[in-house]
């Protein structure tokens, strides 16, 4: 048996904590990951071909590939070609609804307030390699910055013998102005602090092994990120009108990504729960990732869980705060507003996560291990940056003055309370 079910209510303190305290595992890495970083950060070009050739056992020629992602775009084949440009004229579309305008308006008499947003400069966007190559991580990290109009988008992915054609393909297809043959943390730190090669970056996202994440941990502080993403996760909330073979379907493709990965069906029918049992183990073994996807369904953080009612199943997924969650349900709407807390939601039998992954339009890189109870998911606001702007008339400054000069008094700052009255009492010399 794949799994099995177990009543919520029953769960015991270790059980419940294997799904609420997941973590990414970085800290059983980080006192290497802080070598790396400061080797890359001392030796630039050297250190970054010292640590591909020890980790990624690939003697690198040239660092940049920006033209080989060229090369692969013309080189990829219509029906190839055709998916990467409809994701990305999908993903665009969606990110392009985001773009905030600037606004100024009167609060007051002769107050004027506003706010205006400007892009960064420069960007690093690390899309994964490895065991599954992944060109849609390329199109999620690298399409909403150049929406929001970055001047120069990085791109860091890991190096091989044979790269993967759609992933570099879809690198160029999404708009990367630089593409560089580094994976790990060496690749972050190459992005945190810039090389000879690469350019350095005043924010990076995207996602990766507990290398990548403990990476972005290290040089947080000298260089923005998104977050610190774990292993994958989903949440099936499913009712008694569900299809247990849906929802197996969506357990069962999320723990392809990883053994580590977390995936949860909570159910509130009992015939529905065992049919999910049933329906996984009649899944899994026509997969080709079967390995994987079995020791994610059944690692400690993974299950089909038996609720009582409604409320407690909603109760069990906003305190997971899920990357992702699917909502199998008659009243899906109903439960959605009972949610607060996920990456991004998954609503009805024709709307499964793949979709979101690939090109349904919105963005797949988003917040793991509880991060969804603070914050969303990579957009356009991630490449962005906001400046408040203010225009006091004579009135205005009359009209808020003495509240200035008393706050300012109260709190000992002589000097913030003087540099009002020195203009009130101009104004008040311009008037007599």
């Known amino acids: 048996m794949t799994v099995d079910v177990r009543e919520l209510a ?8 294997a ?15 802080r070598e790396i970083v400061d080797r890359v950060r001392e030796e ?11 980790f990624d056992d690939v003697e690198l020629g040239n660092i940049t590939i920006t033209d080989k992602c060229e090369r692969a775009y013309e080189a990829l084949d219509d029906e190839l070609l055709d998916a990467i440009e409809t994701a990305v004229a999908n993903v665009r579309e969606f990110h392009e609804a985001q773009l905030p305008d600037d606004w100024r308006e009167e609060f007051g008499p002769g107050r004027e307030l506003g706010r205006r947003f400007r892009p960064l400069e420069r960007v690093g966007v690390y899309v994964p390699g490895g065991s599954a190559a992944y060109p849609s991580s390329a199109i ?49 730190a190459g992005l945190a602090y810039g090389t000879e090669t690469i350019t ?31 292993p ?21 493709a999320q723990a392809e990504h990883d053994p580590n990965t977390s995936v949860v069906a909570v159910t509130t029918d009992e015939k529905i729960a065992d049919g999910i049992v049933t329906a996984i183990d009649e899944q899994v073994d026509a997969r080709e990732r079967k390995e994987i996807i079995q020791a994610g369904l059944e690692n400690d953080a993974s299950g089909v869980l038996l609720a009582r009612s409604m409320s407690e199943a909603i109760l069990f997924t906003e305190a997971y705060a899920p990357e992702h969650l699917s909502i199998l349900a008659e009243d899906d709407e109903a439960i959605l507003e009972r949610i607060d807390s996920a990456g991004s939601v998954f609503l009805g039998p024709n709307t499964p996560v793949a979709a979101g992954d690939y090109a349904s339009g919105t963005n797949h890189v988003l917040p793991t291990n509880g991060s969804a109870h603070v914050t969303g998911g990579l957009s356009v606001e991630t490449f962005l940056r906001s400046t408040t702007v203010q225009r006091l008339s004579a009135d205005g400054l009359e009209d808020i003055g003495e509240t200035i000069t008393t706050l300012a008094d109260a709190e000992g700052l002589e000097a913030h309370a003087a540099s009002v009255r020195h203009r009130l009492e101009r104004l008040e010399s311009d008037d007599s």
């Open 10 to 17: 029953d769960l015991g303190p270790g059980e419940r904590a």
């Open 44 to 54: 630039g070009d050297v250190a970054v071909r010292e640590f591909t050739s020890e």
């Open 232 to 252: 994958s996760e989903v949440v099936v909330v499913a009712d008694g009108t569900a299809d247990p073979a849906l929802v197996a379907t969506e357990l069962i």
């Open 19 to 33: 799904f609420f305290d997941r973590d990414a595992g970085i800290e059983a890495v980080r006192g290497d990951v």
């Open 200 to 230: 350095r970056a005043q924010k990076i996202v995207g996602p990766g092994n507990k290398w990548v994440t403990a990476a972005k941990a290290e040089v947080r502080g000298d260089v923005e990120i998104d977050f610190l993403a774990g």
């Open 140 to 188: 999620m990290g690298v399409v909403p910055a150049v929406v929001a109009g970055v001047e120069h988008v990085s791109v860091v992915t890991p190096p091989a013998d044979e790269l993967n054609p759609v992933t570099l393909a879809a690198i160029h297809a999404a708009g990367a102005d630089a593409v560089y043959s580094v994976g790990g943390a060496q690749a972050i």
